[in-house]
């Protein structure tokens, strides 16, 4: 593994600039370190979605500005808390030095591409490329792990995030990394992103009975071969009174990537389809801890 290993000096180096803006923002303008982080990671999301990186300009701009920007990014990942379809939000600063149009509704209707792209950078470049401007205002753990106390996480949509102490690491400062030609690069269509993130919950009507092959024909269809990866229907479906067998009421289906899970939902909460005069209601899989009584489909 010793083509992955990076020293924490070439790690800073390699991220010199997104430390300098960081540190900023948490020092200079004393913003939340928690909210600075998922802003970091949100820029390196859109970066690595194909727009103009507007980290490199950070530095020659004022403190203001910065924070402007910093504002308006806060603002547009509020939207991914929310399962209201959002009005677009202008981002003006970040249009301006961009030269691109962009608003909070690229969040939105993105919203789990996102929630997927900006956790990875969170957890790949920010836990390790900060870890030493956070040690300067975050207490260590009580438990003796060597680990940073980060307020505000684990977050409710970004979940935990572990952040060492540059002390607590191994000798001579090396730390476990992909090299710096991979940039620490997101990509959506990648397996990086779990089986969780690209599964949909479908529920069908009863009385309407749909088959495993129609719910991949349906998807396949829309969304281009290969978008279905496999589809699970409800198992051990009870017999009704009259000894006939029952109809799956619902399913789980595995996409591609989680790119094709918020085309399907394309901003909504529930998306509707329709196949042979049968509709299917897809949502965004949520993993329970406890089983639970699934959620009637509509009728």
Known sequence: MEGLCATQEQLHTFHSIDREVFSRMVINLMRDPAECLIIVAAWLWLEQMGYPNIIVFMPSLS????????DEMALALSSLTTTT????????????????TISA??????????????KSFLTTVCSRAFSDILQSICPLARNGSGQLVIPGFPHPVFGNLTVSSPA??????????????DVWGWDPNSSGASEDDKTLFLTFSRG??????????????KYGEGSVVSVLMQE????????????????????????????VLNGER???FRINGKH????????REQAATPTPPPV
């Open 63 to 70: 403190d203001a500005v910065v924070d402007l920007l910093a």
């Open 236 to 263: 051990n479906v009870a017999a009704g009174g009259g000894g006939d067998q029952q109809q799956p009421l619902f399913a789980r289906m595995v996409m591609r990537s989680v790119v094709v899970v918020d085309e």
């Open 280 to 287: 299917i209601w897809a949502r965004k899989y949520e993993r």
């Open 208 to 221: 309407f009975p749909v088959t495993k092959e129609e719910v991949t024909e349906l998807f396949t269809r």
């Open 105 to 118: 509704d690229l969040f939105h209707r993105n919203r789990f591409t996102a929630v997927a792209g900006i």
């Open 168 to 181: 607590s690491r191994g000798r001579n400062g090396s730390v476990l990394v992909p090299p710096p030609t």
């Open 85 to 100: 379809t959002a009005l677009p939000s202008f981002m003006p600063g970040t249009s301006a030095l961009m030269s691109r």
């Open 270 to 272: 529930i998306a509707k």
